[in-house]
C-alpha cells in the first residue's frame, strides 16, 4: 500500500507499472524538506543535545565543515579513546541529513561514556551506540519536534509519511 501510494502521488502511476529507474523518484523527499536547510541541521543538533544536558562534555567535539571536499555523512570517532571523541560531518540540508546527524551524535555519546579499551567499544557490541544513535534519530518523526521546527501541521502527515517510506525502503533493501 506504500509503493502504491508513493507511485499515485509522486509519479502519477501505479505500481503494477513501476521499474527499478523508479525508485530515486519515489524516495526523494517532498518540497518539506526546504523546512530542514543546512545552516539550520547543526544549531538543531546542539539544541538537543542541550535538552539532554550534555552540551559541554569535557573531550567531546564536534566539528561540521562546508568543505565541498569533504564527505555529507556525519562520522564519530575516537582517536584517543573516550577521552577524546569527536564528531565530524558537512551538512547538506534536508530531513535526513538531520536524521543523519542525531544518529552520530548518539554514537559519539556512547563512544564518548564507554568504559574499556576503545578496541571493546568500536568493536565489541555495538548495541549501546545503535540503540542511542536510533533513539536520537527517531526525533524527526516526533509532531511535536517537527511542529517545533517549523513543519507546519498541514504537512506533518506528509513529512511523516516519506519518512517512514524511506526506513522501509532501506530495512527492504537491507533485507535484500
Not at 564527505?71 to 573516550?82: C, D, F, H, K, S
Not at 538531520?98 to 551524535?105: D, I, K, S, Y
Not at 545503535?130 to 536520537?136: A, M, P, S, V
Request: glycine fraction near 8%.
Amino acid at each position: 500500500s506504500t509503493l502504491e501510494r508513493l507511485a499515485r502521488s509522486k509519479l502519477k502511476t501505479t505500481a503494477a507499472k513501476l521499474t527499478r529507474s523508479d525508485l530515486p523518484a519515489l524516495t526523494r523527499m517532498p518540497p518539506q524538506e526546504q523546512r530542514f536547510p543546512k545552516a539550520d541541521i547543526f544549531p538543531r543538533g546542539l539544541e538537543l543535545l542541550r535538552g539532554l544536558g550534555l552540551q559541554n562534555l569535557p573531550g567531546f567535539y564536534i566539528e561540521p565543515s562546508d568543505d565541498p571536499k569533504k564527505n555529507p555523512l556525519p562520522l564519530a570517532v575516537a582517536p584517543g579513546g573516550a577521552a577524546d571523541v569527536r564528531l565530524s560531518f558537512r551538512p547538506v540540508g534536508g530531513i535526513r541529513d538531520q536524521a543523519a546527524l542525531m544518529l552520530e551524535l548518539g554514537r559519539a555519546l556512547a563512544l564518548k561514556h564507554c568504559t574499556g579499551t576503545i578496541e571493546h567499544c568500536r568493536l565489541g557490541n555495538p548495541l549501546l551506540a545503535e540503540t542511542t544513535g536510533y533513539t536520537l534519530a527517531s526525533i524527526v518523526d516526533e509532531p511535536a519536534w517537527l511542529t517545533e521546527v517549523g513543519v507546519p501541521n498541514a504537512d506533518l502527515s506528509e513529512v511523516r509519511f516519506n519518512t517512514k517510506a524511506y526506513q522501509l525502503f532501506r530495512a527492504r533493501r537491507a533485507a535484500g
